[in-house]
């Protein structure tokens, strides 16, 4: 079992498999150009596999699949595969833009992926296109809909941006609604890398506009999951993240590996170990030390709290998110 100095239980791995994605999005990474990191780079997947089985065996039970844009690289059904057929009870999930999830969801399935989170920030082909920087509605909402038609659980993510897409908070809520998902506002996460004239919603705004609409309990935090949740009158049930709140931390039990082996105790922090010289040689005894060591310096918090804190110059799509 993986427990940090302040006594939380690390069981959450998430696996950046690339750093590409295909959408340019205002909160990401709007001006980076197209270009990846050479693949010589990147372990493969037989390298990731090889850490994440030191991972499972030292008590992960949750690992989510993310990017950039996991589906840019190929044959990740294979990857998937390969951890569900290791350990097939692990929580195994993925985050996606959804873009190209609609030729994938079966194959996704097939391999033991059961769950997914989708980012939809709106329902407005124009808005939705000023966001991503491309024309992405269409295929986003056909990938959704075969995801769920072949089985797979979708939850969608929503960052709400004042003047863009503040306007579509109830559609969304509606459109999740209507599909038994569930949705996830996100208060904007400040990067260095994101447009300057982004600017967010907090948490208070949100419920202001939902509850101009709809009356909702406060559920609290479910389990080790950073969102807040709130029930509405007829049971549905929505979330918040707020990452400027210290409730986001408290649980905190994931670490991040990105593609290039760093492996990372904390979204907001720089710091980070590399697993990729242990894998590479095989070293698994190194490569379950150096996870100790990361997870031994977990921070307490992220820096957003800190007003005199500097935003991280990771960018997300290294991380995941």
């Known amino acids: 079992m993986l427990v940090d100095k302040f006594d939380r239980t690390v069981d959450y791995l ?143 993510n929503m960052v709400p941006m004042k003047g863009v897409n503040d306007g579509e908070v109830l559609d969304i809520l509606e459109y999740c609604k209507e599909r038994g998902m569930v949705v996830r506002f996100i208060e904007y996460m400040e990067n260095v890398h994101a447009h300057d004239e982004v600017k967010g919603l907090d948490s208070e705004e949100l419920l202001s506009i939902i509850g101009s609409r709809y009356s909702y309990e406060d559920e609290g935090f479910d389990g080790h999951s950073p969102s807040h949740y709130y029930k509405l009158g007829d049971g549905y049930e929505f979330g918040i993240i707020e990452p400027h709140k210290d409730d986001f931390c408290k649980k905190c039990n994931r670490i991040r590996l990105t593609a290039e082996g760093q492996l990372i105790p904390c979204l907001y922090f720089d710091e980070a170990m590399s697993i990729k010289d242990a894998v590479k040689r095989g070293d698994i005894k190194m490569a379950a030390l150096i996870l100790k060591e990361v997870v031994k310096n977990k921070p307490e918090k992220n820096r957003w709290s800190d007003p005199d804190g500097e935003h991280s110059k990771r960018a997300f799509y290294e991380t995941g998110g």
């Open 14 to 156: 998430r696996v950046s498999v690339t750093e590409r994605c295909n959408f340019r999005c205002q909160y990401c990474m709007p001006e980076k150009p197209f270009s990846w990191v050479p693949k010589e780079k990147l372990l493969s997947f037989e390298e990731l596999f090889a850490f994440i089985k030191v991972a499972i065996d030292e008590g992960v039970k949750k690992i989510r699949i993310t990017g950039g844009e996991p589906l840019l690289r190929e044959d990740l059904d294979v990857f998937i595969k390969m951890i569900h057929d290791y350990k097939p009870d692990v929580d195994l999930a993925m985050t996606t833009n959804a873009f190209l999830l609609k030729g994938a969801a079966q194959r996704l399935y097939d391999a033991g992926l059961r769950r997914l989170n989708v980012s939809v920030d709106s329902l407005k082909p124009e808005v939705a296109e000023k966001i991503a920087q491309k024309d992405v509605l269409g295929p986003v909402l056909a990938g959704i809909e075969e995801a769920l038609k072949v089985g797979l659980k979708v939850k969608v």
